[in-house]
């Protein structure tokens, strides 16, 4: 599986943007879908979560972003996305998304059992 992530850039604070993960090689519908981040020296950390429509898209989210990030799927076009309001300076970072075979479950908010990475995409929220 290949997952290119896309769709950052330099937003305002307060402002909105929308990034897209597209897999190829296979279809990623039967995979939990997340998105990680990562600002300059820190850790990769939990940003959302999709499960499969097997398991009814059920959705979790950093309390971070809560309230203000969305994540959805669309299978037929082998795509996540991360909408993002009201983006704050802190929301800066290179935003992966990844695959996670293990299914839905609690460990879905760590990287441990994600399989497949994109390459990252930098959002930048001026302030």
């Known amino acids: 599986v290949q997952l290119q992530a896309c769709g950052g850039g330099l937003v305002q604070a307060g402002g909105s943007v929308r990034i897209s993960c597209a897999a190829s090689?296979?279809?990623?519908?039967?995979?939990?879908m997340g998105w990680f981040r990562q600002a300059p020296g820190e850790e990769r950390d939990f940003v959302a979560a999709?499960?499969?429509?097997?398991?009814?898209?059920?959705?979790v989210h950093a309390d971070s972003v809560k309230g203000r990030f969305t994540i959805s799927r669309d299978d037929a076009e082998n795509t996540v996305y991360l909408q993002m309001n009201s983006l704050k300076p802190e929301d800066t970072a290179v935003y992966y998304c990844?695959?996670?075979?293990?299914?839905?479950?609690?460990?879905?908010?760590?990287?441990?059992?994600?399989?497949?990475w994109g390459q990252g995409t930098l959002v930048t929220v001026s302030s």
């Open positions: 999709i499960s499969t429509s097997a398991s009814g898209f059920n959705t």
């Open positions: 090689g296979r279809a990623v519908s039967s995979y939990v």
């Open positions: 990844g695959t996670n075979a293990r299914g839905w479950g609690p460990w879905v908010i760590t990287t441990t059992n994600y399989n497949y």
